[in-house]
Structures are given as structure tokens and as C-alpha cells.
């Protein structure tokens, strides 16, 4: 299973970026799907989840009723949906997919990462 992730970039506080995770190489309906996020020095945090199952989702406190995680199943994407953007939602993006329905929020649940995308966030 391979993940693409895109979409980050620079925004003022109080705006808005949608994130995208394109999964390819299995069946994305038996994947769940997750966003991660590390700034220099911070260990690697869990964001959002969206469960293989019922597309359930789940949220860090950070990040609740700011970010919205979803996923298209006309072309195999996750999308995390960020608004109301903080200074200290800069970091490097991260999604990742595993078969769990519901993988812990610990980033070694998860087995297939794809590679980091920058959100910087100014005040």
C-alpha cells in the first residue's frame, strides 16, 4: 500500500487548507486512515482518524471542531479538512493507513505511512 499525501503549504491564522492522501495498491474501503503531525523537537502526534468502519472518525482534543477528516471513495483519498488554522498547527503532515478498524492513536499502530507534507501557519 503506498499513500501520496499533498496539499500543505503557508496560511494566516484563522484560515483554512484541505489535505489530501491519495491511497493506491489495496482496497481503500478496508483501510482506515489516519493524519499525524511533528514540529522540530516534538515527537510525532496523532490528529484524526477515520475508521474503515461506518467511516467513524475520532480527534484530538487540538484539533476537534477545527478539522474535519473524510475520506472519497471515487478516488481513493483522505482529506483533512483544516479551518480556523493556529500558529501551533505548524507542522509536518503525516497520513497513514492501517486494516484496524480503529488503531490506536499511538503512530506504531499504524503500518503504512506516506511522506510529510509542510502546514505553516502565521500569526
Known amino acids: 500500500v503506498q499513500l501520496q499525501a499533498s496539499g500543505g503549504g503557508l496560511a494566516q491564522a484563522g484560515g483554512s487548507l484541505r489535505l489530501s492522501c491519495v491511497v493506491s495498491?489495496?482496497?481503500?474501503?478496508?483501510?482506515?486512515v489516519g493524519w499525524f503531525r511533528q514540529s522540530p523537537g516534538k515527537e510525532r502526534e496523532f490528529v484524526a482518524r477515520i475508521s474503515r468502519i461506518q467511516g467513524r472518525t475520532y480527534y484530538a482534543d487540538s484539533v476537534n471542531g477545527r478539522f474535519t477528516i473524510s475520506k472519497n471513495y471515487a478516488t481513493n483519498t483522505a482529506n483533512l479538512q483544516m479551518n480556523n488554522l493556529k500558529p501551533e498547527d505548524t507542522a509536518v503532515y503525516y497520513c497513514a493507513a492501517d486494516r484496524d478498524p480503529f488503531p490506536s492513536t499511538a503512530p506504531t499502530a499504524w503500518h503504512y505511512w506516506g511522506q510529510g507534507t509542510q502546514v505553516t501557519v502565521s500569526s
Open positions: 495498491g489495496g482496497h481503500f474501503s478496508l483501510y482506515s
